[in-house]
């Protein structure tokens, strides 16, 4: 792993023409990036006292690319990476929408 700023890269993953990027940090933050042609266009970021179980802080995707499964695919990383990922319980509408969506 190396550090990047107050962040350590775990991996980067390609899958499907998005590269993840995995980092993580001394304070239990966890953050899934996912570029599309080399561009930021959404993050999962999680926190985690213990390693096995992640509370969803905050996730975005890029407008244009929003509905296209960028956010599952951070997020099917992140189940594999953690025992368990939960949703926070103070949602926006597109929160809601997005955890009723994949569980």
Do not use: W
Request: glycine share 8%; aromatic share 2%; with cysteine.
């Amino acid at each position: 792993m190396r550090a990047i700023g107050v962040e350590t890269l775990v991996r980067t993953i390609t899958t499907a023409g998005v590269e993840i990027v995995h980092t993580t940090s001394v304070t239990g933050t966890v953050r899934y990036v996912a570029h599309v042609a080399g561009a930021p266009s959404a993050v999962l970021q999680l926190v985690t006292m213990d390693g096995s179980v992640a509370l969803i802080c905050n996730a975005y995707t890029v407008p244009k690319l929003r509905r296209t499964g960028l956010a599952r695919q951070l997020l099917e990383r992140a189940r594999l990476d953690h025992d368990r990922v939960v949703h926070a319980t103070h949602l926006s509408g597109d929160g809601a929408a997005f955890a009723e969506a994949v569980g």
